[in-house]
């Protein structure tokens, strides 16, 4: 049942990407959605790769591209929505991680602080380019009676309709179009929890946010896709 929250991840697109090297010594290679995920590194590995790349390994930088490019490129790509902006995106977060490797304190996880980079240039770039479609939430929220109880009554249990209302294809359009409504920092707080696994914490690390601010803007978010749904449906956001 679709409840309170959205399974967003399920209709992103898995279609191929391509992910812009950050430096002339990193070749450009293509990326997937669905790419085999690299051997996972013991803390110790990674320790020893930050080092490296403090002190201005490029091998290291290439190490980190391989390990991290694929998921860094699916949140800026889910966020931005164009290929070309998150090609750019890419590019310039591995360029910073290179140059601003030595301003990684330790005092969260490396995965952390890339995220914290793709997400801000992310923001950025949306920012630059003023592309953003975001609406008003209020008319796609629930409605509450004086008691708590809701508005509209009863509250209809659409969510079994979905795939049988809308073909695969159109139904991932039709989230990717209400994605693309949320506020900036909201959308991000949805890819990061719902498509990445992030903890609140990790999240609140990663965005600069409070984890009741990032537990304020997932709730809201997702009632907002929720009621984007119910709407297409014909049915009342409640």
Do not use: C
Not at 118 to 126: C, S
């Amino acid at each position: 049942m679709l409840a309170q929250k959205v399974d967003v991840d399920a209709y992103y697109s898995s279609e191929k990407m391509h992910a812009a090297a950050p430096a002339p010594e990193l070749r450009r290679r293509t990326l997937t959605a669905t790419s085999p995920r690299p051997p996972r590194k013991s803390s110790r590995d990674e320790s020893t790769i930050i080092e490296r790349l403090k002190a201005g390994d490029q091998e290291a930088l290439e190490t980190v591209f391989n390990l991290y490019s694929a998921k860094l490129y699916n949140v800026a790509h889910r966020i931005l929505g164009e290929v070309a902006d998150t090609e750019e995106v890419i590019q310039d977060v591995f360029w910073t991680v290179y140059r601003k490797a030595k301003s990684f304190r330790g005092h969260s996880q490396f995965s952390t602080w890339l995220y914290r980079l793709t997400v801000n240039a992310a923001l950025g770039r949306i920012r630059h380019n003023k592309r953003n479609q975001e609406v008003e939430y209020n008319e796609f929220l629930p409605k509450f009676q004086k008691d708590g109880h809701h508005l509209v009554r009863p509250v209809a249990d659409w969510s079994n309709a979905l795939e049988d209302a809308y073909a695969q294809q159109e139904l991932q359009k039709i989230i990717n179009e209400a994605l693309d409504q949320l506020k900036p920092v909201d959308k991000s707080v949805v890819v990061l929890s719902d498509s990445e696994g992030l903890s609140d914490k990790e999240i609140a690390t990663a965005l600069d946010l409070t984890v009741s601010a990032v537990k304020t803007r997932l709730h809201r978010a997702r009632l907002f896709l929720r009621g984007k749904l119910a709407t297409h449906l014909g049915h009342s956001p409640a």
